[in-house]
């Protein structure tokens, strides 16, 4: 074989295998990247914590000049005070929590349960259907009550007295071993802690709506999307990542981009061009309540029309009958909407097209679709309220 021979050779053809095996390359293992998200609940325990040492000389004579009595209230009262405290920030937390909560979810769970929005109650949000809401009041749940028992660690000379009588407590003891547990509690949160739905949710509100950092943002498909697939990872929604690399991704996508499209026009970040009431609730009654699904992008388009242009009482009914067995023609009788790029619902499709290539051309996402994955990582550093 020749030189020229070598450098005239065309390189070999990949097989259907190593094709695969390349888009098959979608995850790159990381183990070293501490820190993914810390909820803002330790920006004020950490805060508070020596706020303690501001006591401390005031109780210090209890321990000091050999004094080894038993346990008792005087000795350890630097403790107790110190775990006040850190409960005291628990509450706090806790209630501010509940108060973003009712301020995201009320209206979602108004619409499901037919009532008032005043009427919203925490047994509404116990008893909702709402797959978001569930994830949210169970998180909410077990963060707070292990909240609540990291910080009893403080009161440990008081809880362990009846059964350690012949031991001498240092009046500090409790402190030490408070710290030290709000120290494991905090290194788990770090090497292992993920941002949930609700506070992708607190967060895109916040800086996209509130404009609590920057008065230009606008809402983005990836932002929307974020939020839906932090929700899918607990395996009650299906998941469209599945889809990248894959025609179906683009038009999956454009559910994103029609509904971030929608949602800046009604909160009013763009012009409006067409009837847009879109709102974050309809977005969480939606996703919520699985009517968006990667397998099924037309219906799903169909029921953001609906809700945007009639309303969630609207989209009800349509489900319903949908369920009952109706084709999406019957179902939309009374509620007639015009999807994006075709004519008319159930029209004869563009030849060669789907509706979804006019979204796609026209409201174009500012990234290509790999840009979504980037941006799922949502602002570590947003401290709207509380995050569970």
């Known amino acids: 074989m020749t030189q020229n021979d070598n450098h005239s050779r065309e390189p070999a053809a990949e097989t259907g295998a190593e094709q695969t095996g390349k888009h098959a390359l979608q995850h790159i293992p990381i183990i070293g990247r501490f820190d993914q998200y810390r909820s803002s609940y330790w920006a004020a325990a950490v805060a508070v914590l020596p706020i303690r040492y ?29 775990g006040f405290f850190m409960e005291g920030v628990t509450a706090y937390y806790a209630y501010s929590t509940w108060k973003d909560m009712r301020s995201i979810f009320s209206q979602a769970l108004a619409w499901e349960f037919d009532k008032d929005l005043k009427d919203i109650s925490f047994s509404d949000f116990r008893n909702s259907k709402n797959t978001i809401v569930q994830q949210t009041i169970g998180n909410y749940t077990r963060y707070n009550l292990r909240r609540v028992g990291v910080n009893a660690t403080f009161f440990l000379p008081f809880i362990l007295k009846p059964f350690s009588r012949t031991h001498t407590w240092h009046a500090e003891t409790g402190v030490d071993m408070g710290v030290a547990a709000n120290a494991a509690y905090l290194f788990t949160d770090v ?20 404009h609590a950092e920057s ?59 067409e009837q847009a009431d879109f709102s974050i609730p309809k977005f969480i009654y939606l996703v919520g309540h699985n009517l968006i699904q990667p397998g099924k992008v037309e ?36 509620y007639p909407v015009t999807l994006p790029g075709t004519p008319a619902v159930g029209a004869p499709e563009e030849a060669g097209k789907k509706f979804t290539d006019k979204i796609l051309a026209s409201q174009a996402m500012t990234a290509p679709p790999g840009a979504y994955t980037d941006k799922t990582t949502m602002d570590k550093n947003a401290n709207l309220g509380a995050a569970i």
């Open 54 to 82: 501001m006591l401390r000389p005031f109780f210090r004579e209890k321990w000091e000049n050999g004094n080894k009595t038993a346990a008792s209230l005087a000795k350890h009262t630097y403790s107790a005070l110190t």
């Open 191 to 210: 090497i292992s802690r993920k941002s949930t739905p609700f506070e992708a949710l607190q967060s895109t509100i916040d800086r996209k709506i509130n």
């Open 215 to 273: 008065f230009a943002d606008q809402i983005e498909p990836a932002d929307l999307l974020n939020i839906y697939e932090r929700h899918a990872t607990n395996g009650t929604i299906g998941s469209f990542l599945g889809q990248r690399g894959t025609p179906k991704w683009d038009h999956s996508m454009a559910l994103f981009t029609r509904m971030a499209n929608l949602m800046n026009q009604t909160y009013h970040k763009i012009l409006p061009k």
């Open 299 to 334: 219906q799903a388009m169909t029921y953001i029309e609906v809700a945007n242009r009639y309303g969630i009482p609207a989209l009800k009914e349509v489900v319903t009958d949908m369920q009952s067995g109706k084709d999406m023609r019957q179902a939309l009788q009374r």
